[in-house]
């Protein structure tokens, strides 16, 4: 009997890519089939089958994944020829069964065997599912999911879906999330999206917990994580100090900003005194924004976090009293996005303007760029600002996790943003502290 084999559409697509086309010649009847792949013509290895090759070159996108569909779809559609009997065995029938294979509906995914396998896109909505509800709930600490971890969850399956899009594929067996997978998602996420490997890190932790909850936590094994320092700022003592003296205090007076919209001092007064909030606490934007002010007990605030269930103990700095007593009954409330947006404009109205050397790793790569200061500033800068300039003051960091609720020293120091001169001095403050 003749074998399958892969050959290239002519044509291009819009794209310029070609299809990659099954042809397969039995029982007098020829199968052309759709394999769900589009690559570059000079990625295809002519006469490959002659040297018992893939069809794809190993240097090209997504190859490992690629070529294992391929070998798949082969070896299935000669599986289905050799099963089968009678009249029914043409190349209509063959199509139909390894469109159930490949092409299935989004739900289960039926094999030849009739045995059910499980649509991982289906698996990680019910997970989101049972998250919101209460149903599921963190394996570690019996606690519900917070709405951002859960947020995070859906931002992963987004891109798993966007991965799935782009090879031409409607869903996904949890059997085949495997090395070849990995390897392909990890492609598209760098070369096609250009995602940071902090990203990417987080999209492969997520996809570890489901895949562990699915009881097929070998498959994963492999996927690691890519190692990285993200590079973001903090604000010094003496930056955080130009952002409390800015007055703000004229209801009447604006901001223009870049898309000529007017936002009035007012508005901007009660942003400068979250961020002052976050920047004298360490707590996280969806701790201080939703600060209730039963929370502040003579000289601590004392509250549970959102994120992680922990509950901290936080003296309230002289300099945040001030701010505090500016709101008896209850504290500003906005949006992440929104405060990120305004708290830039305060830091400008400030003079934070001096450009900072920065590095990102989009797309696997290490880029440098320079930026204002003020354009750097988000939410998350008040709470790393606090770790680093309490270490800096010389506080230990056993105390300074009691109030950000870092559970290991390790975690702690790479959080921080002290320079090697940072702490030689005060490694020497120690030193001479000591009569060494």
Known sequence: MARPKIYVRPKPNKNGEHQLLLSYFFNGSRLEYYTGISIKKADYIENYFKGNKNPIKQTAAYAPHYNSRLKNIEADAVKIVTDTKGDNLNARFVREQLDLIYKPKQAELETIEGVTETSFIKFFEQAITDSKSGKRLISSTGQRYSISMIKHYGVTLSAIKRYLKFIEQNDLSILNVDVNFYESFRTFCFNEEEKEKATFGGYIRDIKTLMNESGNNKQVEAFKKPSYEADTIYLTTEEIQKIADLDLSDGTKFYRNKNNQNIYYHTLDKVRDLYLIGAYTGLRFSDFSKLDIKSVEKNFIKLKQQKTGNRVVIPIMSKLKPVLSKYPDSIPTISNQKFNDYIKHIAELAGLVE?????????????????????????????????????KAGIRPMLIMSATGHKTETSFLKYIRASSEDKANLLAEALEKLGL
């Open 355 to 391: 450009l900072r050397t920065m590095t990102n790793t989009k797309g696997n790569k290490l880029n440098t760029y320079k930026a204002k200061l003020y354009t750097l500033i988000t939410s998350h800068s008040c709470r790393r600002s606090y770790a680093t300039n309490m270490f």
